[in-house]
């Protein structure tokens, strides 16, 4: 008897097999090229346990009306089903003709939780209500609402290293209109989302910078003027030169100038003593600190060309992106 106990698979392991089984034999069976659009062969329809005790309680108005000859009571019965079977129809009708047009986000770093927006479009004539998406790994769907014929879902997925993350299949569904039958359809995207490296939480501060130090940049709020120019919507009242405008007839705007740090280059060769993912966090960090302190910086990785000296959101995402996509250490020779 305890062999035979043994020999049981669970019924939670047997499920999962069971349902993996499925999935295989389920539209599309491999990740495709958004948009792709959902036609009637990919949706697929299954009653609701409300939709099952529904059958249940016609079956039985049924047999007690051909039980008893009561005409007006199978009547009913049968405008019921015939009701039940259109939600059916209806609930398909409901996904045919969708169209995923696009997924992104925006990269996070490792371990936060990366929103991905899910676009699509649908005929505007027909009222579509009730669409949800969610995956396997999801407690909550999120709700797809088209409106002209446009919207978008957001769901939030796990993230847990940097580099490429591969969006899993995802489902379409909705129990509308009278929510008897379940309706669903999945789409797999083989486009992957980024994410980006951890900065480390706490470190050293950054590097000294290199470069001419004497170098200075025009300000709003610098120190020393620069030069007079014309007024541009939007300039100061307080940067307005009024005693010139008033010599000159014409309003004119003191342009300031302010003193820069010297460049600061980020090496990948100069934290030779920290291991390879501390090294990227530490990077990520410093990227982080110049960008907000307004620093030019440059970063040098092994094997590429160096980029910057320079600062910026674009910038500061070719840098992170660069991070990220760094091969594992086991495929990376320093």
Request: net charge positive; glycine share 8%.
């Amino acid at each position: 008897m305890a062999t035979l106990a043994a020999s049981r698979i669970p019924a939670s392991a047997l499920w999962r097999h069971v349902r993996a089984f499925a999935l295989s034999l389920t539209r599309p069976r491999e990740p495709e090229t958004l948009p792709v659009s959902i036609d009637r062969r990919r949706v697929y329809v299954l009653p609701t346990r409300f939709g099952l005790f529904y059958a249940t309680l016609l079956l039985g108005m049924a047999a007690g009306a051909l039980n008893y000859n009561n005409n007006p009571a199978l009547l009913l019965c049968l405008l019921l089903g015939g009701t039940g079977l259109a939600s059916l129809i209806a609930a398909q009708m409901q996904l045919t003709g969708l169209g995923i047009t696009a997924i992104d986000a925006e990269p996070v770093p490792a371990g936060q939780l990366l929103r991905v927006r899910i676009h699509a479009q649908a005929d505007p004539s027909r009222a579509r209500r009730g669409l949800r998406v969610d995956d396997d790994d999801l407690l909550e769907a999120a709700l797809l609402n088209l409106e002209q014929g446009r919207g978008e879902a957001e769901l939030t997925l796990q993230t847990h290293q940097r580099g490429w993350l591969d969006v899993p299949r995802l489902r379409i569904f909705t129990t509308r209109p009278l929510g008897l039958a379940r309706a669903w359809t999945y789409f797999w995207s083989d486009a992957p989302l980024l994410v980006l490296a951890t900065p480390e939480a706490e470190g050293p501060p950054l590097p000294g910078g290199s470069g001419e130090q004497a170098q200075s940049r025009l300000h709003p709020a610098g120190d020393d003027v620069h030069h007079l120019r014309g007024y541009r919507p939007g300039d100061s009242r307080r940067a307005i030169a009024w005693k010139p405008s008033a010599r000159r007839g014409t309003l004119l705007v003191r342009e300031y100038e302010q003193p820069s740090g010297a460049d600061v280059v980020l090496d990948w060769h100069q934290l030779g003593n920290l291991a390879y993912e501390p090294r990227i966090s530490r990077l990520a960090r410093w990227i982080d600190e110049a960008e907000r302190d307004g620093r030019r910086y440059r970063l040098n990785l092994p094997g590429r060309p160096a980029l910057g000296p320079d600062r910026g959101a674009a910038h500061r995402d070719a840098c992170q992106r660069a991070l990220a996509l760094l091969p594992p250490s086991a495929g990376f020779a320093p």
